[in-house]
């Protein structure tokens, strides 16, 4: 037992202490007349068992009625089907007034109940403008409505009940349990919800390394990427990773696909390129043939006869030392490290 349920109980006996023993709940629920305990709030009584001593009555004079008996008594009101039968049962006339108004359609009751409970009668439509009484009709079972000066033969009764110490106690402690039990269903449903935010949780994170490891894949380690003028460094695109410049591994070569004349993947091919290597002329006295080395001038050739002082007539080739390239664009190399 809690701490506040102890003091509770404690008060409780206190009380039972102070007033001494009482009579039935019934008397002092509802008192000695003739009234019937409804559920845990109302007390019930019907004035019609002597109908010689009953007038017609209209709404204001049976409401009248009810607060001689007592000062909290109103008409009856209804909340659910469950105080809608327990009336029904009572009632030996076909006509009594209900604790309720319709004001501009609106149903307000009298004891100031906020239930939008209603059971009209399949031949009755609810007024969209004035004030009508609330009633039981012919069918004990539906609600009609009319004016609040018409008159009904019966007068039915009901005023809150006055608990008991005893009464109060297992009120409490039903409601005290009741508020254990959904505390402990909060923990049971809390629990479960944090063993579902948990497992997603665990779910992201699966998701979360599953596309890290998506992304390492698709640029993996060793990844070599061509910058081409005016494009990004992969730094700038994949910053994540570590990129370093391989130019120096590859400096001024020009690639082509393996095969052809190509040598073996892998190897460097020395530059190449068609041109004179040789020149010869159809003479046989010799020099009649040079050869024409590159990035540099040659010997002479004779190209025609001697002359009178022995000199000879002939010429010379000189070649260029450039290297032998189409068109191109300069690039850099990056390899993903890291």
């Known amino acids: 037992m809690s701490a506040t349920l102890a003091k509770f109980v404690q008060l409780i006996l206190a009380i039972q202490f102070i007033q001494g023993s009482f009579a039935s709940d019934r008397s002092i629920s509802c008192g000695p007349m003739n009234w019937h305990i409804f559920g845990l709030e109302k007390c019930i009584t019907i004035l019609d068992e002597n109908p010689d001593q009953l007038d017609f009555l209209s709404y204001n004079d049976a409401a009248s009625i009810c607060k001689k008996l007592h000062p909290e008594a109103t008409l009856p009101t209804i909340e659910s089907q469950e105080d809608q039968t327990f009336i029904s049962n009572l009632v030996t006339s076909k006509n009594i007034w209900l604790g309720g108004k319709m004001n501009n359609s609106r149903l307000i009751w009298e004891d100031h109940g906020i239930s939008n409970y209603t059971n009209w009668s399949e031949y009755v439509s609810v007024p969209a403008r004035g004030e009508f009484c609330l009633m039981m009709g012919d069918n004990a079972n539906a609600h009609g409505h009319g004016k609040c000066r018409r008159n009904v033969v019966s007068v039915i009764c009901q005023k809150p009940q006055a608990w008991t110490p005893s009464r109060i106690q297992t009120f409490m402690q039903g409601h005290l349990d009741a508020g254990e039990l959904r505390l402990q269903q909060n923990r049971n449903e ?52 570590t990129w370093t410049d391989v130019c ?79 068109y191109n664009s300069a690039v850099r190399i990056w390899k993903r490290t890291r």
Not at 249 to 276: D, H, K, L, M, W
Not at 302 to 311: C, E, I, K, L, Q
């Open 190 to 241: 809390t629990s479960t919800f944090q063993a579902q935010l948990q497992d997603y949780h665990r779910q992201l994170t699966t998701v979360k390394t599953e596309l890290q490891a998506m992304t390492n894949t698709l640029i993996p380690v060793g990844f070599i990427y061509i910058q081409y003028k005016d494009q990004a460094e992969p730094a700038t695109i994949w910053p994540q990773f």
């Open 248 to 326: 120096s591994q590859y400096a001024g070569q020009f690639f082509r696909i393996v095969g052809g004349a190509s040598n073996t993947f892998g190897s460097t091919q020395s530059e190449n390129a068609p041109r004179i290597t040789q020149v010869t002329y159809a003479d046989p006295q010799p020099p009649n043939s040079i050869n024409l080395p590159v990035g540099a001038t040659s010997d002479y050739v004779r190209t025609g006869p001697y002359s009178s002082n022995a000199d000879t007539v002939g010429i010379s080739f000189t070649t260029s030392g450039g290297e032998v390239r189409p």
